[in-house]
C-alpha cells in the first residue's frame, strides 16, 4: 500500500502552485488564458531538447545543459510574443492604469512555464508511486525518491515564477537588465544541475540539491519584490 | 514456477490469488523459526520463503489464519548465493511426497474396499488441497532460475541484516491469476479450463496383429510422466522415466531376437500411458477403448472444428475423434498377461545387490506365480527378484496401469515389477530428481533399469514362447538389454535436451524436459509421447524405408513417421484424458462420470509475474502524507498573507 505516498508527493509537488493559481491566477480569465499559452510554449522548448536528446542519447549533464537553454530561449520568445500584444492585453486588463500589469503578466506566465514543467517531469514517477514498491532515493537512503521528487518539483515551479518575473524586467526594451537575465540562466542552470546530486552517491546529496534551491529560490523572491518596487518608483 | 490451480468434478486443488500478493520478504529454516514467526505480532504482510519439508497443510493453513502471509515461496533446493561453496541452505529430504498417503486412492482398483494400503505415508497431502494464495517454487537449475533464486535469497538477507525493522525492506510481488473457478463442469463450460492429459503411445512388432488373430497378447506397460506440485520442474525420475525407459530398453532387446518377435505364439503389445499420476487417465482410456464396442458415428475426412485432425490419413473417426482405429485390432479378451515396470532406479538401496520387487493383485492366481516365479528365477548374479509379500504382508497392487485391465477382468495375470517393497520415496515430488544427476547418480540409475530390464527381457522372451518354466529357467536366454541405450536415454528424457533422439523431430533446446502431464491437445502430441512414438516407432518397425518424411502425414497409409523415415510398424497414438470426461460433438469437453477421473487444469493469462522491490513502512507513509497536506496549508496561509504583504509594500491600495 503506497496510497499514502502518492497523496503526500502529490501534494507536497502540486499543492503550493495550485494554492497560487486558485488565490490568484483563477478569478481571471484572461490571466488564465495567459497561463496556459506560457505552458505551451515551454512545452514546445521541451519538446526540442527532447528530439535532441532523442537523436544524440547525450549524458545527463550536456541534456540539462542545453534543456535549459531551450527554455530560457522560449522564455525570450514568449516575452516578444507578449510584448506585442501587451497593448490590448493592459486595455482588457481589469486595472489598465496600473504599472504592475506587465509584472503580473509575468508571474502568471511563470506559473503557467512552471506547472507545465512540474507536470511533465512529475507526473510519471507520482503516477508509479501507486504501485507496490518504491525507489529509495539513492543519497538519502531513509527517503522515496517520490518524496524527494515532490519537493524538487515544488520548488520548481515556484522558481520558474520568480525567474519569469525577474527575466520579464531583464527584457524589457530600451533599459535592458542584463544582470537580472544572467541571474536567470544561472540559476536555472544551477537549480537544475543541483537535482543531480539526488541519485548521486554523496551521501545526503539530494538535501544539498534541495538546500541550493531554496536558496536560489529565497535569492530570486527577493529580487523580484525589489524589482518590483522599482518599478512603483 | 508457480503451482498451479487443478479441479476436478468434486474438489478444487492447487493454488490461486485472485490479486497480485506482496510481501515482505522472510525464511523460516526451522518448524521452531515458523511457529515463532506466526505466533509473532510482527506487523504487515510477509512472503513467507519456507523448505518444502515444512509446507504441510498444518503449517500453511496456520500461516494463512494467521493474516501475516500474503504468499508462500518453497524452498526446494539451492545454497546460499553469497557463497557459492557453502553448504545448502535447507538439507535435502530423503523421502518428501506432496502427494497424498493413498495417491489416487478413490479412482483405482480398491477404491471401494474397506481398509486400504498407504502405499506413501510420508505424503504431506498438499497435491490435492486448495490455496487461495500464491506458492511458487524456489528451484535453481537453470540461468533464469538462478537469477530469480539469488534475488530472493539475497533479499532475504537484506531483511535479516536490517532486522525487519529498519525500512527500506525487501518485498516481493506474485501474481498467479487462474481463471478456473467452482469445479471442473463449470469451469470447462465457461471456457477457462482444459482436460490434463496427453498422448500414450503403443507399439507391437506384430505388425498384422488383428483383433481376431486369436493369439494372446503380452501387455507391457509403464508410465511415460509424472505429477508435482510445481508442474514445470516436475522431472520423475523413478515415478515415471525409469520405468518407461526399461520398457523401451525391453523393446529393444527383443527386437533383436532371432527368431523375431513377430512369429512367436503371442503378441508382444508394449503400452507407455500419459497422465497416470492423475487418477490412471492414461491406462482406463485405452483400456476403455480397446474393451468397450466402438462406433464412429460420423466420419469427415477433412479436419473438423471439433476434432481438428484429418482422420482420411490415418483411416480416424471425426465423432468421437479417433486419428486412426487401429486400437480396434487389439482384442482385450486376448490379453494373456501384463508385465508393468514401475519405478525401478533405485533397485541399488538398502541391502546389497539389487532388489526389485513384484507386486500382484492375487497371490493365488496361478498365472500371476509362474511370472513371479519365473521373473525370481531369471534373476541372477547381484540382481534378486522377490514377491513383495515374502515379508508375508500382502498389500494388494500399487498405483499402476495394471489396475485397469484388472478393472475388466480379474483374472489377467499382472505383475508390477518395482524397486520397493511396501512404501513409495519421493512419489509424485519434486526430490524425484535423481539427486542433482551427477554421473554416480547417472551409473546407478542405469545399472539399476538395465538388470530389471533384462530380467523382464528375458522372461517376456520366454513367456511370448509358453516356455516360462520356474521350475526350469532356460540357461541361456539369447535375450540381452543394451545398457549403452538406457544410459542415452537417461539422458535425453532429463538433462540432456540436445540428445540426438530429438533430432527427428523437435528443435529442443530447453535443458530439462518436464514430465508434467499437461493439456490434452488432440492435434498435436507433447514433447514426451513425440519422443516415444519415434523410438518404439522405429525399434518395432517391420521395415523402414528409404523415403524421407516429416510427420505421418507424407508417408503412405499405414505408414507412420519414425526418425524422418517412413516406417511401416504398428506404433499409434492414443489420446488420453480422464475417463470421466468426453468430447461432444462440438469439440467440447464435459464431465460424464464425476466419479471417474474429470482433472481439468485452469488457464490464466500471460506469464506468471514475480517482482521484487523496496517497500516503506507504514509511518514514513503517513509522514509523507502529513508533510505533503502541511506544505499545501502552509502555502494558502503564506499566499493570503503574501498578498496583503505585497500590496502594502508596493502601495497598490
Not at chain 1, 24 to 38: C, E, F, N
Not at chain 1, 173 to 186: A, C, D, E, G, S
Not at chain 2, 523 to 537: D, E, I, K, M, Q
Not at chain 2, 595 to 622: L, P, R, Y
Amino acid at each position: 500500500m503506497t496510497l499514502l505516498t502518492f497523496f503526500g508527493c502529490a501534494l507536497t509537488a502540486y499543492g503550493p502552485p495550485l494554492a497560487i493559481f486558485f488565490l490568484t491566477v483563477a478569478k481571471d480569465a484572461q490571466l488564465v488564458i495567459l497561463m496556459v499559452s506560457s505552458a505551451f510554449f515551454w512545452l514546445i522548448s521541451i519538446l526540442i531538447a527532447s528530439s535532441i536528446w532523442f537523436v544524440s542519447k547525450s549524458k545527463d549533464p550536456i541534456t540539462v545543459l542545453y534543456s535549459v537553454l531551450l527554455q530560457e530561449l522560449f522564455r525570450w520568445f514568449f516575452f516578444k510574443l507578449l510584448s506585442r500584444a501587451e497593448k490590448g492585453l493592459i486595455l482588457a486588463s481589469a486595472n489598465p492604469t496600473s504599472p504592475f500589469n506587465r509584472s503580473t503578466f509575468a508571474f502568471v506566465s511563470g506559473l503557467g512555464f512552471g506547472f507545465m514543467n512540474g507536470l511533465v517531469t512529475y507526473i510519471n514517477p507520482l503516477v508509479s508511486s501507486v504501485g507496490s514498491g518504491v525507489i529509495m532515493c539513492k543519497s538519502c537512503p531513509t527517503l522515496t525518491s517520490f518524496f524527494i521528487g515532490a519537493i524538487t518539483t515544488c520548488l520548481s515551479i515556484l522558481l520558474h515564477i520568480t525567474w519569469m518575473v525577474l527575466a520579464f524586467e531583464g527584457f524589457i526594451y530600451p533599459k535592458r537588465k542584463y544582470y537580472y537575465i544572467i541571474w536567470v540562466v544561472l540559476s536555472h542552470l544551477g537549480a537544475s544541475y543541483s537535482t543531480l546530486f539526488n541519485q548521486s552517491e554523496i551521501k545526503f546529496g539530494c538535501v544539498i540539491g534541495i538546500l541550493i534551491n531554496i536558496a536560489m529560490l529565497g535569492v530570486s523572491i527577493i529580487a523580484s519584490v525589489m524589482a518590483l518596487k522599482k518599478v512603483n518608483k | 514456477m508457480p503451482c498451479v490451480r487443478i479441479l476436478n468434478s468434486t474438489s478444487v486443488a492447487g493454488c490461486q490469488s485472485l490479486k497480485p500478493a506482496s510481501g515482505i520478504l522472510i525464511l523460516t529454516e526451522t518448524q521452531e523459526l515458523l511457529d515463532n514467526f506466526i505466533k509473532s505480532n510482527q506487523a504487515g504482510k510477509y512472503v513467507v520463503v519456507l523448505p518444502y519439508e515444512l509446507m504441510t497443510n498444518d503449517n500453511l493453513r496456520s500461516l494463512e489464519s494467521s493474516r501475516k502471509m500474503s504468499g508462500v515461496l518453497a524452498l526446494i533446493n539451492g545454497t546460499d548465493p553469497s557463497s557459492p561453496t557453502s553448504s545448502p541452505i535447507i538439507t535435502r529430504p530423503t523421502n518428501l511426497s506432496p502427494d497424498e498417503k493413498c495417491p489416487n486412492c478413490q479412482f483405482d482398483l480398491y477404491r471401494n474396499d474397506e481398509s486400504r494400503y498407504l502405499w506413501n505415508p510420508n505424503g504431506l497431502g498438499i497435491i490435492q488441497e486448495s490455496y487461495d494464495f500464491p506458492i511458487f517454487a524456489l528451484y535453481p537449475y537453470d540461468r533464469a532460475s538462478n537469477r530469480t533464486y539469488n534475488r530472493i535469497i539475497s533479499g532475504v538477507q537484506f531483511n535479516e541484516r536490517r532486522a525487519f525493522e529498519r525500512f527500506p525492506l525487501k518485498t516481493v510481488q506474485l501474481e498467479s491469476l487462474m481463471f478456473a473457478a467452482i469445479d471442473a463442469p463449470t469451469c470447462l463450460r465457461r471456457n477457462f479450463c482444459d482436460p490434463i492429459g496427453g498422448h500414450s503411445v503403443y507399439s507391437t512388432p506384430s505388425i498384422d496383429m488383428n483383433e481376431n488373430d486369436g493369439k494372446p497378447i503380452i501387455v507391457v506397460s509403464a508410465a511415460m510422466d509424472s505429477k508435482s506440485l510445481f508442474q514445470d520442474i516436475t522431472l520423475g525420475v523413478n515415478n515415471g522415466i525409469s520405468g518407461s525407459i526399461a520398457l523401451i530398453a525391453i523393446a529393444d532387446a527383443l527386437s533383436k531376437s532371432q527368431p523375431p518377435v513377430k512369429n512367436f505364439p503371442k503378441h508382444i503389445l508394449f503400452t507407455l500411458f500419459a497422465g497416470e499420476s492423475w487418477g490412471f487417465l492414461g491406462s482406463q482410456r485405452f483400456v476403455k477403448n480397446i474393451f468397450e464396442p466402438f462406433n464412429c458415428i460420423q466420419n469427415n475426412t477433412k479436419p473438423t472444428t471439433s476434432c481438428g485432425i484429418n482422420t482420411g490419413n490415418f483411416g480416424g473417426c471425426s465423432f468421437p475423434c479417433f486419428r486412426d482405429l487401429d486400437f480396434k485390432r487389439i482384442n482385450f479378451n486376448n490379453i494373456d498377461s501384463i508385465f508393468e515396470l514401475s519405478s525401478v532406479s533405485n533397485g541399488q538401496t538398502g541391502v546389497q545387490g539389487l532388489n526389485y520387487f513384484v507386486h500382484v493383485d492375487d497371490e493365488n492366481n496361478v498365472g500371476n506365480q509362474v511370472l513371479i516365479q519365473g521373473l525370481r528365477a531369471l534373476a541372477v548374479g547381484g540382481t534378486s527378484v522377490k514377491s513383495a509379500s515374502e515379508d508375508g504382508v500382502f498389500r494388494k497392487l500399487p498405483p499402476s496401469s495394471s489396475m485397469a485391465f484388472l478393472e475388466k477382468n480379474r483374472n489377467i495375470p499382472a505383475v508390477v515389477i518395482s524397486d520397493f517393497q511396501a512404501n513409495l520415496t519421493n512419489y509424485n515430488s519434486e526430490y524425484d530428481d535423481g539427486n542433482g544427476l551427477t554421473d554416480a547418480d547417472f551409473s546407478r540409475i542405469t545399472t539399476s533399469i538395465c538388470s530389471i530390464a533384462n530380467v523382464t527381457s528375458q522372461a517376456i522372451w520366454l513367456h511370448a514362447q509358453n516356455l516360462l518354466n520356474p521350475a526350469n529357467p532356460a540357461a541361456n536366454v539369447p535375450i540381452t538389454v543394451n545398457c549403452t541405450l538406457v544410459r542415452e536415454l537417461l539422458g535425453c528424457l532429463t538433462i540432456n535436451g540436445t540428445c540426438s533422439l530429438f533430432d527427428a523431430f523437435s528443435d529442443n533446446n530447453d535443458k530439462r524436459i518436464s514430465h508434467y502431464t499437461g493439456v490434452f491437445d488432440p492435434t498435436s502430441p507433447a514433447l514426451l509421447p513425440l519422443f516415444h512414438y519415434n523410438v518404439l516407432g522405429s525399434i518395432n518397425a517391420n521395415l523402414t524405408s528409404n523415403r524421407g518424411c516429416q510427420d505421418d502425414g507424407d508417408c503412405q497409409f499405414g505408414e507412420i513417421c519414425a526418425n524422418l523415415n517412413c516406417t511401416n510398424s504398428f506404433t499409434r497414438f492414443h489420446h488420453s484424458y480422464g475417463v470421466g470426461l468426453e468430447f461432444n460433438e462440438k469439440g467440447e469437453a464435459v464431465v460424464v462420470d464425476p466419479e471417474k477421473a474429470t482433472w481439468v487444469e485452469s488457464g490464466w493469462s500471460g506469464d506468471f509475474d514475480f517482482q521484487i522491490f523496496n517497500s516503506t513502512s507504514t509511518g514514513s507513509q503517513i509522514g509523507e502524507l502529513l508533510t505533503g497536506i502541511l506544505v499545501t496549508v502552509l502555502s494558502i496561509i503564506g499566499i493570503i498573507f503574501g498578498k496583503k504583504y505585497i500590496r502594502k509594500t508596493l502601495k497598490l491600495d
